[in-house]
């Protein structure tokens, strides 16, 4: 069984930047494809980004390429997503999730495990 902690939201003016922080426990680390995703009110949940095991692969949503970046240290237990150029429209609960596979996937059903959720909430 894995656990996942999620950690850096926030409240941040359009334009600012987070990182968001996800550690995992409980597993094997590195044999979990990762991916970050967000849900906001009244709208069903989307990925945002996701990686594969070394983190040589990875999938955007087309909405975040170019400001956001996911990445991973698997000696830390511990994936990233670094928000740059942040949008009203990024305002979400923001959700780690892993997939025991190499390969990411764009698809929530394709996920395992899941946090509890982080808070970006971007003012414009």
């Known amino acids: 069984q894995v656990q996942l902690v999620e950690s850096g939201g926030g409240l941040v003016q359009a334009g600012g930047s987070l990182r968001l922080s996800c550690v995992a426990s409980?597993?094997?680390?590195?044999?979990?494809?990762m991916g970050w995703f967000r849900q906001a009110p009244g709208k069903e949940r989307e990925i945002v980004a996701a990686?594969?095991?070394?983190?040589?692969?990875?999938y955007y949503v087309d909405s975040v390429k170019g400001r956001f970046t996911i990445s991973r240290d698997n000696a830390k237990n511990t994936v990233y997503l670094q928000m740059n150029s942040l949008k009203p429209e990024d305002t979400a609960v923001y959700y780690c999730a892993a997939r025991n596979r190499y390969r990411p996937d764009s698809n929530v059903l394709q996920y395992d495990y899941w946090g509890q959720g982080t808070q970006v909430t971007v003012s414009s």
């Open positions: 990686t594969s095991w070394s983190g040589g692969s990875t």
């Open positions: 409980g597993g094997t680390f590195s044999n979990y494809a």
